[in-house]
């Protein structure tokens, strides 16, 4: 069966074989930062709402939270 020479193969695609360039690598590299910032931020921003829940549930309760 003859091969489709129509569409690229895995060893033409750079990043492939491990020739990525280096500008490639740091732009996911900085995404990657990023997203972990943007992450970080949401997280301490919830974090006062879910202590608050589970003092209003400890208090109806009397169940110690966690």
Known sequence: MAQN???PSLRKIDDYVGNESKQKRNTVRLIVIV???IGAIFTYLKE???TQNAK????KT???AK
Not at 56 to 59: A, G
């Open 35 to 37: 997203l972990l910032i």
């Open 56 to 59: 209003e549930i400890q208090e």
């Open 48 to 50: 006062p709402e879910a």
């Open 62 to 64: 009397l169940i110690p």
């Open 5 to 7: 020479t129509g569409e």
